[in-house]
């Protein structure tokens, strides 16, 4: 299971900082990270951090968005500034593990009020 929290209300400009913690009967990760699904449209890809470090991110973010993970706690965070309307969505907690494959948290909303 993956458990998300942080999600909110926010003015344009604002800040919020996502958390996701897996439990205990999630292992072998490989990679943790974030989705984001807006009203009538797809869900697409945040933000990505692998066991090595690196990171992906999606250009709509960058600069803006910050992701980190902690391995021995299996918790990733993603540190959202410089909030616009258009980051309006449900955030979704993502995991890969060997294995078993991928893994979705329940989602939390965020809302950017302009």
């Known amino acids: 299971q993956l458990v998300e929290s942080g999600g909110g209300l926010v003015q344009a400009g604002g800040s919020l900082r996502l958390s996701c913690a897996a439990t205990?009967?999630?292992?072998?990760?490989?990679?943790m990270g974030w989705y984001r699904q807006a009203d009538g449209k797809q869900r697409e890809l945040v933000a990505l951090?692998?066991?090595?470090?690196?990171?992906n991110y999606a250009d709509s973010v960058k600069g803006r968005f910050t992701i980190s993970r902690d391995y021995a706690k299996k918790m990733v965070w993603l540190q959202m500034n410089s909030l616009k309307p258009e980051d309006t969505a449900v955030y979704y907690c993502?995991?890969?593990?060997?294995?078993?494959?991928?893994?979705w948290g329940q989602g939390t909303q965020v809302t950017v009020s302009s």
């Open positions: 205990r009967a999630i292992f072998s990760i490989d990679t």
């Open positions: 951090i692998r066991n090595d470090g690196s990171t």
């Open positions: 993502y995991c890969h593990r060997v294995g078993p494959g991928d893994s």
